[in-house]
């Protein structure tokens, strides 16, 4: 495996090298005037000093251990590390299907016994919204996050109501294959090191993703370590953006941007909360469509049709049909 050293404030990662070029992400105050203009205009950017989860830094393992309660988290493991993400949803209308990962239910002090097995071959990462189950500590931890600076940049940028608060623990080297979401996320570092690959949406015809009714939906179809460019030509020409977003780190990641997110060797696990909103209410349409409203323009058009069709067999030559000869 090909590697690249990368500097951080004096700070040095060892990361995979992948084949397309990429740009650093911004790295600014949170206070800078130029990372306020990035965040107004849907771009990413890494800020430093907002102190977001300042509350919570002293999270460790053994901390969540003590204090998240007794419930049930949800656990998936993976043998070669990815965890790529699939709608269990669509799973019916996809017999053919086999899911990439396993899924768990277990409490959180389960979760970190597996950790410490030296026998456990697996990867594993959980993924769990915070919720009522958690210790009285927990929850004073959480209402002391910085929500006057997080309220202020929602209110500043129109975007819609906070949805949830995704608590995420991950072991070395687990990797989210690329992809994208549909509302805006501040992603908060608490603990390790993670590497973000970004793409901007105008490169939507490079990154292939699954047809909108497979349970791999908004998941780029490209394997990065080993891209196939036969069939799918266009990822030669993906350029891309990357950071390193460690302990007190802020990501804003715009909706529609793709994604890879991958936990850094020789770190420890890694432990981040992400602060997940609603798109705009109403957006408002300015011509030329930014990238990110012609893919949400063509989503709802796939949806719509996949709604229409009610048939997953039919809606490939369906759409075939509607374009070929005419747009192509």
Same mark, same amino acid.
């Not at 070669?80 to 949803?89: A, E, H, L, M, T």
């Given at each position: 495996m090909a590697t690249e050293t990368i500097k @951080?404030?004096? #700070?040095?990662?060892?990361?995979?090298?992948?084949?397309?070029?990429?740009?650093?992400?911004?790295?600014?105050?949170y206070q800078d005037k130029k990372a306020e203009k990035l965040i107004e205009n849907g771009q990413p950017v890494i800020l430093t000093g907002s102190d977001l989860v300042?509350?919570?830094?002293?999270?460790d393992i053994g901390y969540l251990c003590s204090n998240l309660g007794s419930g049930q988290y949800t656990v998936y493991s993976s043998a070669?590390?990815?965890?790529?993400?699939?709608?269990?949803?669509k799973l019916t209308q996809n017999k053919q299907f086999k899911p990439p990962t396993t899924q768990t239910d277990m409490t959180f002090q389960e979760f970190a016994a597996k950790l410490k097995r030296k026998d456990n071959k697996e990867l594993m990462y959980l993924q769990q919204p915070l919720n009522d189950? @958690?210790?009285? #500590?927990?929850?004073?931890d959480f209402t002391n996050f910085n929500w006057g600076w997080a309220n202020e940049t929602q209110k500043k940028n129109h975007w819609g109501p906070m949805t949830s608060n995704l608590l995420l623990v991950g072991m070395e080297g687990v990797i989210t294959p690329a992809h994208y979401d549909e509302q805006e996320n501040l992603f908060a570092q608490i603990q390790g090191y993670k590497r973000f690959l970004l793409f901007d949406p105008s490169q939507f015809e490079c990154m292939y993703p699954y047809p909108i009714y497979h349970p791999h939906d908004r998941q780029s179809q490209v394997d990065f370590d080993n891209p196939d460019l036969t069939k799918f030509p266009n990822f030669a020409n993906v350029k891309g953006y990357e950071g390193i977003v460690g302990p007190r780190d802020v990501l804003y990641l715009p909706m529609y941007w793709w994604h890879q997110v991958e936990s850094l060797h020789g770190h420890g696990e890694t432990i981040s909360i992400t602060f997940w909103y609603k798109a705009a209410p109403t957006v408002k349409v300015v011509y030329p469509l930014t990238s990110g409203q012609k893919v949400a323009i063509m989503r709802n058009i796939e949806k719509m049709i996949a709604e229409a069709l009610n048939d997953n067999e039919s809606m490939p030559s369906f759409m075939q049909a509607m374009v070929q000869g005419r747009y192509t």
């Open positions: @951080v404030n004096s #700070r040095e990662f060892v990361v995979k090298k992948y084949s397309f070029p990429t740009e650093q992400i911004p790295r600014l105050d300042g509350s919570a830094h002293h999270w070669d590390g990815k965890f790529k993400y699939y709608d269990d949803k189950t @958690v210790g009285t #500590r927990i929850v004073m």
